[in-house]
């Protein structure tokens, strides 16, 4: 299992109570290309606090190029970013 944490680009939805669901990212590659990821399940979610910087973290799987990909996207709330922590199972 490899793990980095990467920003990326996410598309969301954010219900009328105000919970935020990612469905879909994009990330770059080491050719400078583009690849689109699709959620296919949000296994769980958590809110965490470290050193002030306040998050929630959504561990995701999904399929890409015929591989499982298991991972989690943590949205930093106070700067409104996204980052990858992408993990290989």
Same mark, same amino acid.
């Given at each position: 299992?490899?793990? /980095?944490?990467?920003?990326?680009?996410? =598309?969301?939805?954010?219900?009328?109570? *105000?919970?935020?669901?990612?469905?879909?990212?994009?990330?770059?590659?080491?050719?400078?290309?583009?690849?689109?990821?699709?959620?296919?399940?949000? %296994? /769980?979610?958590?809110?965490?606090?470290?050193? *002030?910087?306040?998050?929630?973290?959504?561990?995701?799987?999904? %399929?890409?190029?015929?591989?499982?990909?298991?991972?989690?996207?943590?949205?930093? =709330?106070?700067?409104?970013?996204?980052?990858?922590?992408?993990?290989?199972?």
């Amino acid at each position: 299992m490899s793990a /980095s944490s990467i920003p990326v680009d996410v =598309i969301c939805v954010c219900s009328a109570d *105000g919970v935020i669901r990612p469905l879909r990212f994009r990330m770059e590659q080491d050719d400078c290309s583009q690849l689109r990821i699709d959620i296919d399940e949000i %296994v /769980s979610t958590q809110n965490v606090q470290h050193t *002030g910087a306040e998050a929630q973290i959504y561990r995701c799987r999904a %399929v890409v190029e015929d591989r499982v990909w298991m991972f989690d996207l943590k949205y930093l =709330i106070r700067s409104h970013r996204w980052c990858l922590s992408r993990r290989f199972y």
